[in-house]
């Protein structure tokens, strides 16, 4: 056996030699991006993609930011609408293609999961992809039987404002999911700050406010027209933990039955079907 063949055989699992070809792939922005072989080294352009490129491929196949004294990646992972299209150009002149994917909706996540596995010659992304969507929808059936409650998702708030999520946002999608009616799509965009009047109006019969107990105390307590609301009077104003919602990602599926729990505590009580 050659000397390549035995390092093929023993690269296996990180796919080292799966292809020496150079290839041009379309990333989710349409752009063409010019791969020399399979990449080896990738360098995450964000914390999210980070942890899709660790759950793939594997820690060891993250590289730093570029360096002398280190070897360049072989690609670099960013995130449309967060890694600017300049930071883009200039690795590429440097000689390190730069690959942008979307994450704007929770099927995204295993979309791009199942994507990096052709990117990086991996077979884990399939599965972390099909479990990722198997707890979707196990939350999906749990809460089907229940009314939508009318739900406020406050992400943060002072004497001063409420800031909210408009529905095209993905907290306003996974609130939907997760068996709600997030009262603020009638906003539209992704963010939101109504009134607390305008709030009284919505008349949520859930609130969820991203932090601790102090800060869904401190909502009330800054805003004391809410105690109008559905919600206050009924005692569901209810702390979710805010690095969950800090963005779209593996994480988010966490989020997503975290919120359900608080929306629909029936549906997943012992004995719930």
């Known amino acids: 056996m050659s000397v390549r063949l035995t390092l093929c055989a023993l690269a296996v699992l990180t796919s080292a030699c799966a292809s020496d070809t150079p290839t041009t792939v379309e990333d989710d922005l349409g752009r063409e991006v010019r791969l020399d072989g399979t990449p080896q080294r990738v360098l995450p352009l964000a914390p999210v993609v980070r942890d899709l490129i660790a759950e793939v491929a594997g820690a060891d196949r ?8 280190r070897p360049l990646p072989d690609l670099a992972l960013g995130l449309a609408d967060v890694t600017p299209l300049t930071k883009a150009d200039e690795l590429a002149e440097l000689g390190i293609p730069a690959y942008l994917v979307r994450l704007d909706v929770l099927n995204d996540v295993p979309r791009v999961l199942r994507t990096l596995d052709s990117l990086l010659a991996s077979d884990r992304g399939a599965p972390a992809a099909g479990a990722f ?3 979707v929808q196990t939350v999906q059936r749990a809460v089907a039987p229940f009314d939508a409650p009318r739900v406020l998702l406050v992400a943060d708030s ?3 404002r409420i800031d909210a999520y ?7 999608e996974i609130v939907r999911i997760a068996g709600g009616d997030n009262v603020t799509d009638v906003f539209p965009g992704t963010t939101s700050q109504p009134s607390a009047e305008a709030v009284v109006d919505l008349a949520p019969q859930v609130i969820l406010v991203l932090g601790d107990t102090a800060d869904a105390e401190s909502l009330i307590s800054d805003h004391p027209a809410l105690v109008q609301t559905p919600a206050v009077q009924n005692r569901r104003v209810i702390a979710v933990d805010a690095d969950l919602l800090s963005s779209l990602g593996l994480h988010s599926v966490d989020a ?3 919120i359900a729990r608080r929306i629909h505590p029936e549906a997943f009580a012992a004995g719930a079907a």
């Open 62 to 69: 993250l590289a730093s930011a570029p360096e002398e004294e």
């Open 133 to 135: 969507e198997t707890r």
């Open 158 to 160: 002072d004497p001063d």
């Open 166 to 172: 408009g529905r095209e946002s993905y907290a306003s």
């Open 256 to 258: 997503l039955e975290q």
